[in-house]
Structure formats: structure tokens, C-alpha cells
């Protein structure tokens, strides 16, 4: 029998919350916080945050908060909830309370958030200029004459007095209807430039010359009267809390936290009975790890306690409790807000109050929560691979039904997949065996966390070990590349071949279909030249290098800054009309853009590779086909990978062996099957353990839907 080769992990017994003990330093953030009429049990604020479900998929929204409020969340809040019919922002997927109908889902999701003893808060929203309102077809709406900022050719109207009054008296009324709804904290919101109460507020969206603008006093008129109509609507029983871009880092052009954000949290400082502030737009308040650190908006919402007595909540991608216990101890905001680490790990708050902290899921900042929101579809996370999988596949995000029957399972490959894979296998009782070609764990998850600025993805790697460490029925190899010849050895009963992919350099891509002429034998790098200790940079020659990205995430990018840091003159070429096109979608392409001019590095879009030459590309316009050339040293090819399969399709080949070997199932998992992203990675790991002993019918959905209500 041929043996697995490589040293295996030290199995040490998994540990039991019931064994563990708060560390006492966290003791305070587990104290209750006053909010108005009401009380959270502890610090733990899960703030507004989009998740792609809303008034759609209002049954898988209700469960995903309702497992937060379990981990311990001590508020949990819905996504923006739109009040009118002309407030919406289809095709995004939001909330809507905009009559009665919306309350039956709004009351599900409250007593599922109440079931674990915790506050449910509703994000009132009118969106204003931001709404383009293509399903209700209702005209826009903002202080003054704009072109509405969503890329639709229409503009919002200014508003006059009656539409003023009109939108107070829906506002009053939604948070009417949020109080029958069960909430506890009903929301004035002005942030994230999408919000008709910020562009009020803002001087380069109201030029009004009335009561309702100039001043700031006046700019600030409509919030001041609309807090005040919804305390009196309903703050006998309901806490009413303001969210406020103090800053919207445009410097003089907008509002900054030295300047007129410091100045209406003045003027408003006691009405609210909270604060939630952050920074303005979207984008930058959810930066990714790439371009912002843990607590970055510290420094824009530390003044705010020095001018309430209110409580105050503030977010910048917290995963450390000591960081979390810091900002209390020093003043910054008395309750840890978060939306990325709540959707990483929803068990956050109770892994600190365990004493379990290094089971805690940490965020990476990738943002592919976010990417669901714009797709208009569940929510998905690289970290948290059951994250909008709660309702519709009965997922949860720490328990995992144990398997039928304690069988043997070989996991090929130590990428995310199979990482978690194992893990998951591992917690369901099952004995698995983990191989890994290579000498270190993490495949993919860690040689891409040593690009630049994406050092935290390798968490993906690490927690996963750290958890693997506890089980005792897993046995991990490294150095083991195994063949067809070495699993049929084996006779372990079930392979799971999780072997990733491999990036190609024949040029095809996303627009080009057939191999590029001239690659043969020329100066041509895949970004597996260039991951790990692959020596790529110190083979690049002297001259121009083009990176050439048809893929159009992070990788192009992310390669072009890497190579111009080194020396190198750097053109990007891509035939998107956006550099790293897709990471629109997680709000950081702009980020992406800039980075890249300050490295140095040439952008040339709108062009499609036609040919490689010596030392010259062709290329052509996307639009017209008209030719061009750029010199080129070397030529870096970022567009689409291979699975790498050899090893699946030599075993499929010789299934007539598998009954003889003992084997009774191969599946391909991860990139091995079909390459894509490392939170699709992780989500095929962990439906291979959840699907692992099911019968399993390929013309059976594999999960439930929400039923479909005629109006």
C-alpha cells in the first residue's frame, strides 16, 4: 500500500465553551447600554448593513438576523427599509415598509431577533436623488434640480413645501408601522450620500433659497424636525437613532469632521438617543483590507462624545476584542458597531464572552458580502460559508449535524476548499485523511495574502488551521502529491479532490476565446510566476512590462503594483472600461484606479489583445478594431485558469477499479471542479461536508424558496 507521505498535525481534543472563561479585561463590553426606552445587554451593535434578501427573500433575512441576535449581538438591524413608493432603488434589494403589507415579514424578523433577548433596529430610508425609482415609476425627489446618482438619465425635482410635509408624514408613518412591527430602535438616517436627509443637509445638492437652505441651521432644519416627529411618533417605546456621515472625505467640497459634521453634531447632540456615525459614501465607509485598517475611522468620529451624553456607535472592521475594549476605555464610541466581522462571524460576541477568542472568524475585508447586494442576491462570505444559507439550506454558522455513520474520507489538496472541507468533516464526526502536494497549507488563500495589501486573506488559512488543530480525528500530510495509482491504494472509501487550478497562458479569457498568436516561446508570465516563491519578478527582463488583465478582479491590479514597486516601467491593459472592472462591486475599483496611477503604472482600456510579437503587442480598440502597438518586454497574462483535474479524470477513468479499491465516491470540489472565487472555494468545501452521507437528487432543488404572494 502505498503510504501518505509528510508529518501530520498534532491532534489535541476540541475544547468546549463550558471549559473556557471570559478573560475579565472584556468584562466591559459586556455591560448594558441605555438607548432611550431601552437596554441592550451588551455592546455588541450589528449596524444596518445590506444583504441582498430585503423584502424579497424575507425569510432568509429574518433567520440571518436571528442567528446574529444567538451569537450575541445584543442589536441587530435590518438593511436600509425604503418608506415610499418613492424612495426605491430597484434593482437593489433592500427593505420596504411602505404600508401594511410589508409587516407580517417585518414582524418575523423582529421576533426572530427578541427570540435570543436581543434589540431589532429598522433603518427608515428615503433615498432621494439616489432613488431612481424604476419599479414605482414615481418621480425623484431631493432638495434641488440633480441628476439622480445611480447612472439612470433622470433627475430628481426640487421639492416644495407640500412635498416636505408629504415626506415628514410618511416618515412619521413608517416608524409608526416599525413600532406595530416589533422594532426597538426605528432610525433617522443621513449617510452614505444616499440618503434625502443628507443631500438636504449637503451644499453641493441644495441650493435651496428658503427656510430649507443656506445656512447650515437651515440645511439642518429637515433632520431636526423629522428626529422630532419620530420621537413623538414613537419614542415612548421605541429608541430613535441617528446615522450621520460626519465626514465625506471630499475635504472643503463636503462635510468634514473639523468643519460642518462636528458642527450639526452640536446643534443635534441630545435629541437622538444614539449616535451611529461613520464616514460617507458607502465606499469609503466599507473599505477593504487593501486600503484601510482595522479602527481607520477613529480619527473621523472620536470627537463626537465630547458633545453628547448620548451613547455613540461607530464601525471600522473590529475583530479584536483588546481594539474594541481600547475604543470603550478611550472614549470613542461606548458601543462596538460592526456589519463585515457580524457577517464573518456571527458568534463573535459570544466567543469573547466564552473565552473562545481564537475561535472567532475574523472579517478579511474582501468585500464579497458586499458584491451580493449589487448582484441583487443572498448575501455570501469568503470567511463564513453559511452566511444567507440559514433559511434556505438550514445552515448554521457553528453546528453541523453529525454524519449518519463514522466513514473515512481523503481530501486531496490543502487550498480553501479542502481546508474546509476537512474541518467541516472533521466536526461532523467523519475520519479524514488531508493531503497536500506542497510544504505549506493554504494553497491559493495564502500565496494571494502575500500580494500586496491582501495579507489578510490568509485568515482564511489560518483559522481554519487553528480549528483543525482541535479535532482529533483528522490527520494532515504536507509533501503528500498523490496519483490515480495512490488513492485507489488507499481504500478509503470517500475522495474529495480539492487540487485548485492553474492560471492559463494561452490568453484566453473573458473576450478572447482562442490562444494568442505569438505566446509560444515568447516572455509570457501567468500570476503563478509570481505567487509564492515561484521567482517571477527577478525573471522579468529589463524594458516594458504590460499586464494584460481579462479577468477583471483583484489579480491584474493587484500584479501591476507589485511589478512597478520593483522598478519596472508597467502598463495595464485591459479591455473592460474599468481597471480591475468587477471590484466595483466590492467598492474598492476606485481605490484600485488610484493606487495604480500613484505607482506609476500606464492605464490603457477599451483594448482587446490581438497579437504578440518579439518584443511588441497588437492590440485593438474593443469598439472600432482599430490597430494599434505598444513595445514590450514581457507580457503578463491575467485571464483565466485551468482546473487542475488530471488526477479526477484519471480515477473517473477507471471506475470499473473504485468497487475492487473500495472506493464508493470521487467529487472534484473548489477550483478543481470550476476555478472562481476563494469565498466559492470555501462555500464548495463546506456543501461537500454538509452534503457528505445525503441522497442527493440532481432534479430536486437543493434548497428552499420563499413563496410567491400575489398582491
Known amino acids: 500500500m502505498v503510504r501518505v507521505t509528510g508529518a501530520s498535525f498534532d491532534s489535541r481534543p476540541r475544547r468546549t465553551a463550558k471549559s473556557l472563561m471570559r478573560d475579565p479585561r472584556y468584562d466591559i463590553l459586556f455591560e448594558p447600554v441605555r438607548i432611550g426606552p431601552v437596554t441592550a445587554r451588551n455592546r455588541f451593535y450589528q449596524v444596518p448593513h445590506c444583504c441582498?434578501?430585503?423584502?424579497?427573500?424575507?425569510?432568509?433575512?429574518?433567520?440571518?438576523?436571528?442567528?446574529?441576535?444567538?451569537?450575541?449581538?445584543?442589536?441587530?438591524?435590518?438593511?436600509?427599509?425604503?418608506?415610499?413608493?418613492?424612495?426605491?432603488?430597484?434593482?437593489?434589494?433592500?427593505?420596504?415598509?411602505?404600508?401594511?403589507?410589508?409587516?407580517?415579514?417585518?414582524?418575523?424578523?423582529?421576533?426572530?431577533?427578541?427570540?435570543?433577548?436581543?434589540?431589532?433596529?429598522?433603518?427608515?430610508?428615503?433615498?432621494?436623488?439616489?432613488?431612481?425609482?424604476?419599479?414605482?415609476?414615481?418621480v425623484p425627489l431631493g432638495p434641488s434640480h440633480r441628476v439622480i446618482d445611480n447612472g439612470a438619465p433622470l433627475q430628481a425635482r426640487a421639492m416644495d413645501g407640500t412635498d416636505i410635509a408629504n415626506l415628514r408624514r410618511w416618515h412619521r408613518k413608517a416608524a409608526l408601522r416599525a413600532k406595530e412591527a416589533g422594532?426597538?430602535?426605528?432610525?433617522?438616517?443621513?449617510?452614505?450620500?444616499?440618503?434625502?436627509?443628507?443631500?438636504?443637509?449637503?451644499?453641493?445638492?441644495?441650493?435651496?433659497?428658503?427656510?430649507?437652505?443656506?445656512?447650515?441651521?437651515?440645511?439642518?432644519?429637515?433632520?431636526?424636525?423629522?428626529?422630532?416627529?419620530?420621537?413623538?411618533?414613537?419614542?415612548?417605546?421605541?429608541?430613535?437613532?441617528?446615522?450621520?456621515?460626519?465626514?465625506?472625505?471630499?475635504?472643503?467640497?463636503?462635510?468634514?469632521?473639523?468643519?460642518?459634521?462636528?458642527?450639526?453634531?452640536?446643534?443635534?447632540?441630545?435629541?437622538?438617543?444614539?449616535?451611529?456615525?461613520?464616514?460617507?459614501?458607502?465606499?469609503?465607509?466599507?473599505?477593504?483590507?487593501?486600503?484601510?485598517?482595522?479602527?481607520y475611522q477613529e480619527r473621523y468620529i472620536k470627537f463626537v462624545k465630547s458633545l453628547t451624553t448620548k451613547p455613540v456607535v461607530g464601525v471600522g472592521r473590529y475583530t479584536s476584542p483588546d481594539a474594541m475594549v481600547r475604543v470603550v476605555k478611550q472614549g470613542i464610541m461606548d458601543m462596538i458597531g460592526a456589519a463585515r466581522p457580524s457577517i464573518a462571524d456571527p458568534f463573535l460576541p459570544r466567543k469573547i464572552e466564552e473565552g473562545r477568542i481564537d475561535d472567532i472568524r475574523e472579517c478579511i475585508g474582501c468585500n464579497i458580502c458586499?458584491?451580493?447586494?449589487?448582484?441583487?442576491?443572498?448575501?455570501?462570505?469568503?470567511?463564513?460559508?453559511?452566511?444567507?444559507?440559514?433559511?434556505?439550506?438550514?445552515?448554521?454558522?457553528?453546528?453541523?449535524?453529525?454524519?449518519?455513520?463514522?466513514?473515512?474520507v481523503l481530501i486531496v489538496g490543502g487550498g480553501p476548499a479542502g481546508l474546509e472541507a476537512a474541518r467541516a468533516c472533521g466536526q461532523r464526526g467523519l475520519e479524514v485523511v488531508l493531503a497536500e502536494a506542497g510544504e505549506t497549507w493554504g494553497g491559493r488563500a495564502l500565496t494571494e495574502s502575500r500580494l500586496p495589501g491582501l495579507s489578510s486573506w490568509g485568515r482564511v488559512k489560518d483559522w481554519r488551521l487553528g480549528q483543525?488543530?482541535?479535532?482529533?480525528?483528522?490527520?494532515?500530510?504536507?509533501?503528500?502529491?498523490?496519483?490515480?495509482?495512490?488513492?485507489?491504494?488507499?481504500?478509503?472509501?470517500?475522495?474529495?479532490?480539492?487540487?485548485?487550478?492553474?492560471?492559463?497562458?494561452?490568453?484566453?479569457?473573458?473576450?478572447?476565446?482562442?490562444?494568442?498568436?505569438?505566446?509560444?516561446?515568447?516572455?509570457?508570465?501567468?500570476?503563478?510566476?509570481?505567487?509564492?516563491?515561484?521567482?517571477?519578478?527577478?525573471?522579468?527582463?529589463?524594458?516594458?512590462?504590460?499586464?494584460?488583465?481579462?479577468?477583471?478582479?483583484?489579480m491584474g491590479g493587484v500584479l501591476a503594483e507589485l511589478i512597478a514597486k520593483r522598478g519596472h516601467d508597467v502598463t495595464l491593459v485591459t479591455p473592460a472600461a474599468l481597471v480591475s472592472a468587477w471590484t466595483a462591486r466590492a467598492l474598492d475599483q476606485p481605490f484600485i484606479h488610484r493606487r495604480l496611477v500613484e505607482c506609476g503604472v500606464t492605464l490603457q482600456l477599451n483594448c482587446l489583445l490581438a497579437g504578440y510579437a518579439s518584443d511588441r503587442l497588437d492590440l485593438a480598440c474593443v469598439y472600432s478594431g482599430a490597430p494599434s502597438q505598444r513595445d514590450c518586454a514581457a507580457l503578463v497574462l491575467v485571464t483565466a485558469r485551468l482546473p487542475n483535474e488530471q488526477v479526477c479524470l484519471d480515477l473517473m477513468a477507471r471506475k470499473a477499479?473504485?468497487?475492487?479499491?473500495?472506493?464508493?465516491?470521487?467529487?472534484?470540489?473548489?477550483?478543481?471542479?470550476?476555478?472562481?472565487?476563494?469565498?466559492?472555494?470555501?462555500?464548495?468545501?463546506?456543501?461537500y461536508a454538509r452534503d457528505f452521507g445525503e441522497t442527493l437528487d440532481p432534479d430536486v432543488v437543493p434548497f428552499k424558496r420563499e413563496a410567491i404572494v400575489a398582491e
Open 370 to 408: 458586499v458584491t451580493g447586494d449589487d448582484v441583487s442576491s443572498p448575501i455570501r462570505c469568503t470567511q463564513n460559508p453559511t452566511m444567507g444559507e440559514e433559511w434556505r439550506r438550514g445552515w448554521h454558522p457553528e453546528t453541523i449535524p453529525a454524519a449518519k455513520q463514522r466513514e473515512r
Open 657 to 687: 477499479e473504485w468497487i475492487d479499491a473500495g472506493i464508493r465516491s470521487v467529487t472534484a470540489i473548489g477550483d478543481c471542479r470550476a476555478p472562481a472565487t476563494i469565498a466559492a472555494a470555501v462555500f464548495a468545501g463546506h456543501r
Open 183 to 295: 422594532f426597538d430602535i426605528v432610525y433617522v438616517y443621513a449617510g452614505h450620500d444616499m440618503s434625502l436627509l443628507q443631500h438636504f443637509l449637503s451644499r453641493r445638492h441644495n441650493d435651496r433659497a428658503d427656510e430649507y437652505g443656506g445656512s447650515l441651521e437651515n440645511r439642518v432644519r429637515l433632520i431636526r424636525e423629522i428626529l422630532i416627529d419620530t420621537k413623538e411618533a414613537v419614542g415612548d417605546r421605541c429608541a430613535v437613532a441617528f446615522r450621520f456621515a460626519v465626514d465625506e472625505l471630499l475635504g472643503a467640497d463636503g462635510i468634514t469632521a473639523e468643519g460642518e459634521g462636528h458642527d450639526v453634531v452640536a446643534l443635534l447632540a441630545e435629541l437622538p438617543d444614539l449616535w451611529d456615525v461613520n464616514v460617507s459614501t458607502w465606499m469609503n465607509d466599507s473599505q477593504t483590507a487593501r486600503f484601510a485598517e482595522e479602527g
Open 468 to 554: 483543525l488543530h482541535k479535532l482529533a480525528n483528522v490527520e494532515m500530510f504536507l509533501a503528500s502529491a498523490l496519483t490515480a495509482d495512490d488513492i485507489l491504494s488507499y481504500g478509503i472509501p470517500h475522495v474529495a479532490l480539492a487540487t485548485g487550478a492553474t492560471w492559463r497562458r494561452d490568453g484566453i479569457g473573458l473576450t478572447r476565446h482562442r490562444p494568442l498568436a505569438g505566446v509560444a516561446g515568447a516572455a509570457v508570465f501567468t500570476p503563478d510566476d509570481f505567487l509564492g516563491d515561484a521567482g517571477g519578478l527577478d525573471r522579468l527582463p529589463a524594458g516594458p512590462i504590460v499586464v494584460y488583465d481579462d479577468e477583471g478582479y483583484v
Open 52 to 138: 441582498g434578501m430585503g423584502y424579497r427573500y424575507p425569510s432568509s433575512s429574518a433567520a440571518m438576523r436571528g442567528v446574529k441576535a444567538e451569537g450575541g449581538w445584543a442589536v441587530v438591524c435590518t438593511e436600509e427599509a425604503e418608506i415610499h413608493p418613492s424612495a426605491e432603488v430597484a434593482p437593489f434589494v433592500e427593505n420596504r415598509i411602505w404600508d401594511a403589507q410589508d409587516l407580517p415579514h417585518l414582524k418575523a424578523l423582529t421576533e426572530a431577533v427578541h427570540a435570543h433577548g436581543s434589540l431589532a433596529g429598522i433603518e427608515l430610508v428615503h433615498n432621494g436623488q439616489h432613488a431612481a425609482n424604476h419599479y414605482s415609476r414615481e
